[in-house]
């Protein structure tokens, strides 16, 4: 007998054998994923077909789909099931820049539309309608959705709506009314979903793109300092505070009195509420990068070289600083470098003062010659129990 025939038999019958079991464990899989009464159930099914939505991606989409048409299928009324068509086709047809398009967002509202007219209280329809929405630019029928889901105790998201459709309104009419509103409704949503941590990275990074797109910092500024009054033992005070600092800094709006002042807060923050609201390296650092793209050298220097001394792990700042060190004749980078290296001593850092010092004493002795001792003691001290 042929014995690469008896080896391609058995190959075959092994693969026969794989696929029996695989058809086998999928089948038992499904069909304990969900009972027969469940498979009868609308509202069941059209649970499931969030669960899939929520995982995201094209199989879990077709999946979210099948459990949706099944619903309305058993259930031509069934609100729910016309929502996640709705929002599928808008998701499945994103932009490459994450935006939805146009066409597929007027096609959902006539399904939003739909469940609205079966469930007028349906939460889900009316929030995704309000997505919609904005897609299409329609910002006052927007804030008018927004509005009916605060009615029925909605507490965070219409803030986050009604920013956005404020926002939009600012864009194209740039009326001053509009920018104070989406600010407003920007700020209430950073404090509403400090609570919920689900919301919190949303709106943090709605906040970011409100104050960038209206750049109306100074009375955003004032309004934080006085809910600080307000709430001086809240952590978030302070944190939505910080936050606004930086992100002034990167657009490139600096004040003299920023540091001194952003220190003060940070102290004060932390004695009140025992949080580590930021740090002064924080702000050392996005300083730094705006004199940097300025070119202004000196001052990307002193910035840069704060930095560096409040965290040595921000290692990609030693290679500017080098490179701005080419830029002087003078002294003031041996100045920089005993002044990371102090602040490394000052607060018991006794290896990255190590590490730092064999550095600079390598290429200057000199220079370093004083701080030797201290670096020596530093290292001597005995690790407290």
């Given at each position: 007998m042929n014995t690469l025939f008896v080896s391609e038999k058995k190959k075959h019958i092994f693969l026969f054998f794989f696929i029996f079991l695989n058809i086998f464990f999928i089948g038992v899989h499904s069909s304990h994923a969900l009972s027969e009464s469940d498979l009868q159930n609308p509202t069941i099914l059209t649970n499931e077909g969030w669960?899939?939505?929520n995982k995201g991606g094209s199989q879990n989409y077709d999946m979210a789909e099948e459990y949706f048409q099944k619903a309305l299928r058993l259930n031509k009324y069934h609100a729910d099931a016309y929502v996640g068509i709705g929002r599928l086709n808008m998701e499945r047809n994103r932009r490459p820049n994450d935006d939805y398009t146009e066409i597929e967002c007027k096609k959902a509202l006539v399904l939003f539309d739909k469940a609205i007219s079966l469930d007028n209280k349906s939460i889900r329809a009316h929030s995704n309608k309000c997505l919609a929405l904005l897609c299409i630019d329609d910002f006052d029928a927007a804030l008018q959705e927004a509005d009916l889901l605060e009615s029925q105790n909605i507490t965070c998201s219409p803030h986050y709506?009604?920013?956005k459709a404020y926002k939009g309104k600012?864009?194209?009419k740039k009326r001053l009314s509009?920018?104070?509103?989406?600010i407003v409704e920007s700020t209430d949503y950073l404090e509403c979903s400090q609570s919920d941590p689900n919301q919190s990275a949303t709106a943090v990074n709605l906040f970011r793109d409100i104050m960038r797109t209206t750049?109306?910092?100074?009375s955003t500024e004032k309004y934080f300092k006085r809910n600080i009054e307000l709430k001086p033992h809240s952590m978030w005070s302070y944190y939505n505070y910080h936050l606004l600092i930086l992100l002034r800094t990167d657009a490139g709006y600096l004040k003299d009195t920023d540091v001194s002042e952003f220190e003060r807060i940070i102290k004060e923050g932390k004695s009140k509420t025992g949080f580590n609201i930021g740090a002064m390296w924080e702000l050392h650092s996005h300083r730094g990068e705006?004199?940097?793209?300025?070119?202004?050298y000196d001052k990307a220097l002193v910035e840069d070289t704060e930095c560096l001394a409040g965290n040595p792990n921000h290692q990609h700042l030693r290679k500017r600083i080098s490179f701005l060190c080419s830029q002087f004749s003078d002294n003031r980078c041996i100045k920089s470098w005993r002044r990371i290296i102090q602040a490394y001593l000052d607060r018991g850092d006794c290896s990255n003062a190590a590490k730092e010092f064999k550095i600079q004493y390598e290429n200057d002795p000199t220079s370093f010659e004083k701080l030797k001792k201290s670096v020596s003691r530093c290292k001597e001290k005995k690790p407290e129990l």
């Open positions: 669960k899939y939505f709506f009604r920013a600012y864009l194209s509009d920018k104070k509103m989406a750049k109306d910092f100074d705006v004199f940097f793209n300025r070119k202004e």
